[in-house]
Each structure stands twice: as C-alpha cells, then as structure tokens.
C-alpha cells in the first residue's frame, strides 16, 4: 500500500458532475472535502460535442480535485469505474509535498517567519490524514 498524499484530479463531462459527487459522498469512507468547478476542454475529437460546442471549439467540462492518500485514490477511481463507468472521464495524480490549513495567528509585524520553517511538510500530512 501507498502511504503518500496526493491530489486527485478528475475532468468529466459536466452532465454527469452530481453523478461523481453523489460517489464521493457515499464512498466508504467519504471523501471529507473536495473543490469542483466548470471547465472547457480542448481538443480535436468532437464526435460526441453538441453543435454549439462544435462551434465553439470547446466542451462543457466539469473539474474535481481532491488531497487524500495515494492508496486511498486508487481505490476511489476503481470504485468510480466499478459504479458508474463514464465515457470522456481523465483523471490523474500528483505527489502533494504539504497540505495544511492556514490559520491566523498573532504575530508582530517583525517576527513573521517564511511558512516553510514554520511547518514540516511530512508531520503536517500526517497530522491531517485523518482530515484529508
């Protein structure tokens, strides 16, 4: 197994968006946070574009992103393709070197220091897993 954070990117056509977060919140265990948005793609195959897509060159898409850990990932997109298989579904991974959440803290104004030396990135993963 995997032990590495990493954020999850998927890009799905935008009809199905309710379809792929429905699965994340019912997967076992949910997916605690995530970020969608609207997209467009482009490309050179739009056999499967409406006419107004065709005419402006791009598709409707819709983005999801989500920090959880690599093994966690891999079992979320067999899940997705066991479920609910969709056509026009990309997604993809990258290693995550920090994640954490910024809190505000009172500080004077000359002893701000850089994020880096205040937070290490390996014990701040760990930290928040279960949050992830």
């Given at each position: 197994?995997?032990?590495s954070?990493?954020?999850?990117?998927?890009?799905?056509?935008?009809?199905?968006e309710?379809?792929?977060?429905?699965?994340?919140?019912?997967?076992?265990?949910?997916?605690?946070?995530?970020?969608?948005?609207?997209?467009?793609?482009?490309?050179?195959?739009?056999a499967q574009?409406?006419?107004?897509?065709?005419?402006?060159g791009?598709?409707a898409?819709?983005?999801?992103?989500?920090v959880?850990m690599?093994?966690?990932?891999?079992?979320?997109?067999?899940?997705?393709?066991q479920?609910a298989?969709?056509n026009?579904l990309?997604?993809w991974?990258?290693?995550?070197?920090g994640f954490?959440?910024?809190?505000?803290?009172?500080?004077?104004?000359?002893a701000?220091?850089?994020?880096?030396?205040q937070?290490?990135?390996?014990?701040?993963?760990?930290a928040?897993?279960?949050?992830?």
């Amino acid at each position: 197994m995997v032990q590495s954070a990493c954020k999850l990117t998927l890009v799905y056509p935008i009809a199905v968006e309710d379809r792929i977060v429905e699965l994340l919140m019912e997967s076992d265990p949910p997916v605690r946070g995530f970020t969608t948005w609207a997209a467009e793609g482009h490309g050179h195959d739009f056999a499967q574009a409406s006419l107004q897509e065709r005419v402006r060159g791009r598709v409707a898409r819709g983005v999801l992103v989500a920090v959880m850990m690599r093994d966690r990932a891999e079992r979320l997109l067999s899940e997705i393709e066991q479920k609910a298989p969709l056509n026009h579904l990309a997604f993809w991974l990258e290693p995550i070197l920090g994640f954490g959440r910024m809190t505000p803290q009172e500080q004077e104004a000359s002893a701000v220091e850089p994020v880096s030396s205040q937070v290490s990135c390996a014990t701040k993963i760990v930290a928040e897993e279960e949050q992830i």
